[in-house]
């Protein structure tokens, strides 16, 4: 998967760090700091439609632009998260007791056209 | 669509090309969005009460030792292998509110929040008890936990037994969580001890009595139909 930079407008992961000091919330939230809110963004014009992530070899891109000649006009096909990771966090609850939970998918890793 | 004139995203997938201005605002609230929705929590708490970071400190690090222990000796607990896909898996630390205090007893308060609605498992449960070698160090020090008159352990320790003491208290919460109270009372008493049973009564204290838990939360309705 691409990380998005300024050459091209094609599907990326676009990197954003939440330093929880921010937002405020680094009196109930004691790990981490902060994380990675990464999005995904960018067109997924037809020769890439349907690719699961930019990193596909030359062979992919011939057959997709095949598929493309073949494909139905108006397919729309969205530049969406294919990999994600987990995020551990450790946190005061109301009671000021102490959790630990690892939330499952919560951080963007990979991006690909739909 | 997004104000300013931004080049609307691709519809479908309703995330909008953002301005430089408005991404980092969209994104914080996002982000408090986020956390909110994944923790099963409706506001962010308020932590009224704040923990000293030295009890902390101090039950974070004990919480390893024993992950540490329970995984390099299979002993009552076996070690975890994690949440099934549908639960969520949380390690809980609970600090120990004095009730009453005595010379041999005293009674301990700990306060939980279920989530509404949802259905918590315990996996794992132990009191932490930082109790003071007695100044005699002769007797034997016998630690007794109970729970409204019930006894649910009792333990006798070497006399000079200063430091640190764990109870599992497995049955006594998985019960608890069972019910709808969300206070749970324990009663201490130390026959051979000096002054109160443990150092760390006092709620500033380093040595505050605290309870480590394991649990699976399941919210209902996420029941997975087994194949």
Redo the contacts between chains.
Sequence with gaps: SLRCDQTSDLCCRKD?Y?DFR??G?N????KPEG?Q?N???G??PPHVASSPGMASSSHTAVLNLIRAHNLQPGG?S???PTHRRPLS???????????????PD?IVEACGCS | SVQGGGKP?????R?P?LEPGT?RRF??E???R??LE??HLME????????PRLA?TN??RHLHVGQAQRDRQPGPFAPWDGPEADE????????AKTEFSSPSSMGLR????QGTGQDVHILQAQLWLYVRAPQSGLSPVTLRVSQAGALLSERQLEARAGGWHTVSLLPALQAFFRGQEKTLRLELECRGCQANATAGSDAGSSHQPFLVAKATVRKPGQQVAKR
């Design positions: 954003y939440v921010d937002i919330w009196d109930w939230i004691i994380y809110i999005y995904c963004m067109q997924c729309q969205c530049c969406v966090i450790l946190y005061f609850d109301r009671n000021s007791n102490i959790l630990k939970t690892d939330i919560m | 995203g691709c519809p479908a997938c995330m090309t991404e994104l914080l996002l982000a408090k986020q956390v994944k923790l962010r708490p308020n932590v009224t009460q704040p923990v902390v039950a974070l969520l898996g949380y390690e809980i630390i609970s600090f700990f306060q939980f929040s």
